[in-house]
């Protein structure tokens, strides 16, 4: 096993387009993001997993107003995503207009993506699969 697991390094491969999730050693849960320790068993071995980008929207807001860094990106979705691999993420959602949430379907199969706003700001995303 190699170092535990840093939320740097969570936020990096983002960057990158290589999105990670952790993985408890001892019982399997997949969480993200990152957590010390496993929601499941309480364990704090923890190691990087791929997961397969496959997912279904839980829930999701359109954002209007948003804090000063993100304020020329509005309105933009943010969506609450189930991961295939059980666990729940936030993140950008892509392919809907969003002025338009009413074409938003919840339980919709979305797939992993990136939004790229400008280098070095890259943030999580799905688009409807
Ligand atoms: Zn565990």
Redesign the pocket.
């Known amino acids: 096993m190699s170092e535990k697991p840093t939320v740097e390094e969570y936020l990096q491969n983002i960057q990158d387009g290589q999105f990670k999730a952790y993985k408890?050693v001892?019982?399997g849960?997949v969480i993200a993001p990152p957590s010390g320790s496993?929601y499941?068993?309480?364990?704090s071995k923890m190691e990087w997993t791929n997961i397969s980008g496959k997912g279904k929207i839980v829930s999701f807001t359109v954002i209007h107003i948003a804090p000063d860094a993100f304020a020329e990106e509005t309105p933009y979705y943010i969506a609450i995503v189930e991961l295939a691999e059980g666990t729940r993420v936030s993140a950008r959602l892509l392919g809907h207009d969003p002025l338009k949430p009413e074409e938003v379907k919840l339980g919709s199969d979305v797939k992993l993506d990136y939004e790229t706003i400008e280098p070095g700001k890259k943030y999580l995303a799905f688009r409807v699969a």
Do not use: I, L, R, Y
């Open positions: 408890c001892d019982c849960m496993c499941g068993c309480g364990s």
